[in-house]
């Protein structure tokens, strides 16, 4: 179930990826890109949620911590 949910956790940010890197580049309206975003930002949050029930709370909070861009800007920074 761990491995379910660390799957989930990291497929949870794939979409919003995809809504700012890709949506506005396709041939689409502008209501199917709207349509498309809103799809893939629900099924973003609805992996993350039940990624959050499948680890529990503590596990996720430390992997957002190291996932924050101010964290990943320090660590750079360091190296």
């Known amino acids: 179930m ?11 940010f794939l979409p919003w990826l995809a809504v700012f890197f890709v949506v506005p580049f396709l041939q689409l309206d502008i209501t199917q890109k709207t349509t498309l975003s ?8 609805v992996c993350f949620w039940i990624s959050v029930v499948l680890l529990g ?5 430390k992997y957002r911590r190291y996932l924050h861009p101010r964290y990943l800007w320090k660590k750079t920074y360091k190296f």
Do not use: N, R
């Not at 809103?38 to 949050?45: D, Q, R």
């Open 2 to 12: 761990q491995k379910l949910g660390l799957f989930l956790f990291i497929l949870s």
């Open 38 to 45: 809103f799809v893939l930002a629900v099924g973003a949050e």
């Open 57 to 61: 709370k503590e596990v996720v909070t």
